[in-house]
């Protein structure tokens, strides 16, 4: 399962399924899981991307749609694969 989360085997017709945001390593995926994360929530997935990639965002969504996490995981992700995390 967690190698499927890579997106190595196919992407899942779910928009926030870990199989489609291969930016996110298994490791990740697997913490998240034990956490009972068992995916991206519609505001993380629509942002995930736009946040990786630094460009300029506004978001705006009820408390609890998952905003933090939807800012913070793809910045560690960024800064994980480009070597800047301390």
């Given at each position: 399962m967690v190698a499927e989360a890579l997106g190595k085997e196919s992407v899942s017709t779910?928009?926030?399924?870990?199989?489609n945001f291969p930016e996110?390593?298994?490791?990740?995926?697997e913490v998240l899981e034990n956490q009972g994360?068992?995916?991206l929530f519609?505001?993380?997935h629509m942002t995930f991307?736009?946040?990786y990639n630094?460009?300029?965002l506004i978001v705006r969504d009820l408390t609890g749609s998952g905003k933090?996490?939807?800012?913070s995981?793809?910045?560690v992700e960024y800064l994980r694969k480009n070597r800047l995390f301390g």
């Open positions: 779910d928009p926030g399924d870990f199989k996110i390593p298994a490791k990740t995926v994360i068992l995916g519609p505001v993380q991307r736009n946040v630094r460009e300029d933090t996490l939807g800012f995981l793809p910045v």
